[in-house]
């Protein structure tokens, strides 16, 4: 999957827990990406950091929150405030004009979230 | 507004055909499409890119079409094979950011 890890794989959280998806990424890339997917659906853009410290809501943020203290490492928070939590959540990462094929993001292996 | 679109949800071939899967986008100031494939539980592959003033791109088994007076944009698979079965998603590239259309399931029959 390209050098990026994600993990758990499957996970399970009771209705009102905040929940932490963890995104790391060895391929050096400054852009780091956290979409949701559900069934049936393309992907839809949730946060987007181009640089470390720094990051922008995507088109479905609300009830999401992310931090970027580390180039290699993109943590996605689940709130309690996001009413319909239960999704495939995919990361990714890109290397910015000069880190290889400018426009392939990479994509982990997911992590399927769903809440009981 | 911006959007990205498929026109089938379910493409059939025979093993050794063709396929051509469609794709229809609304934003013109797009600066990349993207071919994506994805396998059930993994996440989207990188297929192939097309710039926008370009009108062809072939890769390996892959050719991309871009029509952009139609805003119409097409991946031709050559002899697919049972791997190919897939969601295959496009996707425009605008400052940076993936706008991801729904997707076709390629179903390839022995």
């Known amino acids: 999957d390209g050098g990026i890890t994600q993990s758990p794989k499957y996970l399970f959280r009771k209705e009102g827990q905040n929940v932490t998806l963890s995104c790391e990424q060895n391929?050096?890339?400054?852009?780091m990406y956290w979409y949701r997917q559900d069934p049936g659906q393309g992907l839809r853009l949730i946060y987007y950091?181009?640089?470390?410290?720094?990051?922008q809501k995507g088109d479905i943020a609300e009830g999401y929150s992310v931090s970027r203290e580390k180039k290699e490492s993109f943590p996605l928070t689940v709130t309690s405030a996001q009413k319909n939590p239960t999704a495939f959540y995919l990361c990714?990462?890109?290397?910015?004009?000069?880190?290889?094929?400018?426009?392939?993001?990479?994509f982990g292996p997911g992590t399927r979230l769903t809440v009981l | 507004g911006e959007s990205v679109g498929l026109h089938l949800p379910t493409l059939s071939v025979q093993e050794g055909d063709n396929s051509i899967i469609n794709c229809a986008y609304s934003?013109?100031?797009?600066?990349?499409f993207i071919w994506y494939k994805q396998e059930s539980g993994k996440g989207p592959q990188f297929i192939i890119d097309?710039?926008?003033?370009?009108d062809k791109r072939q890769g390996q088994r892959v050719t991309v079409l871009l029509n952009k007076t139609v805003k119409h944009l097409s991946l031709q698979i050559a002899a697919t094979q049972p791997g190919d079965s897939a969601v295959y998603f496009c996707?425009?590239?605008?400052?940076?950011?993936?706008?991801f259309g729904q997707g076709t399931t390629l179903q390839v029959k022995p």
């Open positions: 990714a990462s890109r290397g910015m004009k000069g880190q290889g094929i400018y426009n392939e993001q990479f």
């Open positions: 391929l050096n890339h400054d852009a």
């Open positions: 950091s181009q640089i470390v410290n720094d990051f």
């Open positions: 934003n013109s100031a797009s600066d990349y």
């Open positions: 097309i710039r926008s003033n370009m």
């Open positions: 996707a425009e590239v605008k400052s940076g950011k993936l706008i």
